[in-house]
């Protein structure tokens, strides 16, 4: 099992940025396609972004293309999502998650492991 530790959520005012980080544990996190995921009170987990295990294909939700940006280092065993120009429908529990075949999928039932979610809240 990987363990997965989403950090860099908080309090940000609409336009503003905030980049989350996942640290994952083990040796084989080269291998595994990442997402992000994020869940609204109320609402269901729906997919933000995927990368693949090399970094050279990734995807998003239309809801967020060209604002947010998925990005690893395989080196660090980190994987991250930059956010800009965040909008209050953003306010969201986020989740990364990996997936040890290595795809990058959008649904969440293709992912293994999760972390236990990092607060995002966009409010001014």
């Known amino acids: 099992q990987v363990q997965l530790v989403e950090s860099g959520g908080g309090l940000v005012q609409p336009g503003g940025s905030l980049r989350l980080s996942c640290a994952a544990s083990g040796r084989t996190f080269s291998t595994y396609g990442m997402g992000w995921f994020r869940q609204a009170p109320g609402k269901e987990r729906e997919f933000v972004a995927t990368?693949?295990?090399?970094?050279?294909?990734?995807e998003y939700a239309d809801s967020v293309k060209a604002r947010f940006t998925i990005s690893r280092d395989n080196a660090k065993n980190t994987v991250y999502l930059q956010m800009n120009s965040l909008k209050p429908e953003d306010t969201a529990v986020y989740y990364c998650a990996a997936d040890k075949g290595g795809r990058t999928s959008t649904w969440y039932p293709d992912y293994d492991d999760w972390g236990q979610g990092t607060q995002v809240t966009v409010s001014s």
């Open positions: 990368i693949s295990w090399s970094g050279g294909i990734t």
